[in-house]
C-alpha cells in the first residue's frame, strides 16, 4: 500500500543555494509506504496560496529561514496544514522525517502473554450449562481483562479465539493465574475443547513504523 505524501518547500529569497541543498538531500529518501513528492517551490515568507495548496495535496508546508505571517495562521488553523521551518538545514531534514513518521501505518504485533494445558473438562451444572476447561499454565500467566484474550489451539488448528466468561481458582473468581497454577476456565457457550488442546493468553500491541532514511546535508 503506497500513500502519497506532498511536501510544499518555501524559501527566503536571499537562500537560493539552501533550496538546492535542501532538494538534494530529499534524493536520499526512498521509501514505497509513504512517497516523499515536491508539490511546489518558492522564495519568500508562507503565504495563503501556499496553505492552499498544501491542503489540496494533503501535504504540509516547510520553510527554510522564512517567516509565517500573522495574517496568514489564521488559514493555518482553518485548513489544519501542518507548518514546520527552521533556519537550520539538518533540523528541517529531521523534522520532515517527523512527518513521514507520522504518516507511516502502524502494525500490530502479537504478545504471547501465557500458555496452559487442558487436564480434564467439566460441566457446569444448573442455568449456566456450559463446559469449563480444568488447566494447569505452563508458562506465563492467564489474565482475565479487556486487552487479553484467548485462544484454543489443537494441534495447528485453531478451535477458538476471543474472550473468556470467567477463571477461577477454587471456585472464587481471578484475574490471573501464574505458572504452574490450575484453574477453571469458563468460554461461555458449548465449544468443543479436549483434553490435550492448548489454551493461548495474548495482547495485539499496537507498533508505529519509522521511515528507513538517515538525513544527509550535501
Known amino acids: 500500500m503506497k500513500?502519497?505524501?506532498?511536501?510544499?518547500?518555501?524559501f527566503a529569497a536571499d537562500t537560493q543555494g539552501s533550496l538546492e541543498a535542501v532538494i538534494q538531500s530529499l534524493k536520499s529518501y526512498s521509501q514505497e509506504e509513504v512517497t516523499l513528492k515536491v508539490a511546489m517551490t518558492g522564495l519568500g515568507n508562507i503565504s495563503d496560496s501556499d496553505i492552499e495548496m498544501a491542503a489540496s495535496s494533503d501535504g504540509i508546508v516547510v520553510g527554510f529561514n522564512v517567516k509565517l505571517p500573522k495574517s496568514v495562521s489564521t488559514s493555518v488553523k482553518k485548513q489544519q496544514i501542518p507548518v514546520i521551518t527552521h533556519n537550520v538545514i539538518y533540523h528541517l531534514l529531521a523534522l520532515i522525517k517527523d512527518q513521514l513518521n507520522s504518516r507511516m501505518l502502524p502494525t500490530y504485533d502479537e504478545v504471547i502473554a501465557g500458555e496452559a494445558n487442558i487436564l480434564q473438562v467439566f460441566q457446569l451444572r444448573g442455568r449456566r450449562k456450559a463446559p469449563v476447561a480444568g488447566c494447569r499454565v505452563k508458562n506465563g500467566s492467564l489474565q482475565n481483562s479487556k486487552k487479553h484474550k484467548f485462544r484454543i489451539l489443537r494441534g495447528k488448528n485453531v478451535i477458538y479465539d476471543g474472550d473468556v466468561?470467567?477463571?477461577?481458582?477454587?471456585?472464587e473468581d481471578v484475574t490471573e493465574v501464574r505458572k504452574e497454577a490450575e484453574c477453571g476456565i469458563a468460554f461461555g457457550g458449548s465449544l468443543d475443547f479436549r483434553e490435550g488442546d492448548v489454551i493461548q493468553c495474548y495482547t495485539t500491541e499496537r507498533v508505529q513504523k519509522t521511515v528507513s532514511w538517515n538525513v544527509d546535508i550535501h
Do not use: D, E, M, P
Open 3 to 10: 500513500v502519497y505524501f506532498a511536501l510544499l518547500f518555501v
Open 165 to 171: 466468561s470467567s477463571i477461577k481458582q477454587f471456585k
